[in-house]
């Protein structure tokens, strides 16, 4: 059985008061809800003012991003151990942001994929096709080339402290997203890429959606079967759409 996990991205947004107001609104509520894993993932500036707005509460907090470095010359960067330091449980790594504006190529993902698990950390690793690649028909290839070069990089036994998700490039911040079908049959084929190698893992290993996910959308994705929680941008940044959604993994509620 997965637990859902609904994690925020909150991008580059926010400061300290926003940040304060928001976690104590998501917390209030969040103490409510059973089953499903909630999720925080500030700016680095934000994490310790999150850190400790969430003390005592359910919710986790987590990263954006990490350098592959542990320490050292290496100006403007962030390593796995200072990410621990401000309390942190998840990074995201490979966002389609990062690959597409600082040009973070397979390769590095898998790199830092496989520091970040090293240091303790869930890493959850973004992968997703580009409207051209959709259109092209090459939608799983890409994916599985995607995640492929992390198996080759950490192992299929890393994916034991791995969360996969699955976010279209042409759905994020668009508006658009990609059907409960679409997103299901991509979901699918990536717990059969893992389920060739072990189907332990391809059961437990969870795979969010990432791509507009509103509370609208919310409930008719996370009903598919191999849809278990989401990465949630531009609707995490409001309390009760975020708090909507977090609900929406609850069958009853
Ligand atoms: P939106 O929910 O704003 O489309 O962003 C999705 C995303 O990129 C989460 O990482």
Known sequence: MRTPLIAGNWKMNGDQDMATALCHEITADAQTLSNVEVLLCPPFTLLLV?????????????????????????????SAAMLKDCGCKYVILGHSERRAIYGESDLLVAEKIKIAVAGGLTAILCVGESREERESGITEQVIERQIQVVIDIVGIQSFNNLVIAYEPVWAIGTGLTATPDQAQQ???SI????????????????????????????RELLEKPDI?????????????????????TCPTA
């Open 50 to 78: 999150v850190e400790s707005a969430l003390e005592g509460s359910r919710c986790q907090l987590g990263a954006q991003d990490m350098d592959i470095n542990a320490n050292g010359a290496f100006t403007g960067q962030i």
């Open 186 to 188: 991509v979901h699918n």
């Open 191 to 218: 717990r059969q890429q893992l389920a060739s190698l072990d189907a332990s893992i391809a059961d437990t290993c969870r795979i969010l959606y990432g791509g507009s996910m509103k509370p609208d959308n919310a």
């Open 228 to 248: 278990d929680g989401g990465l949630i941008g531009g609707a995490a940044l409001n309390a009760q759409d975020f708090l909507k959604i977090c609900q929406a």
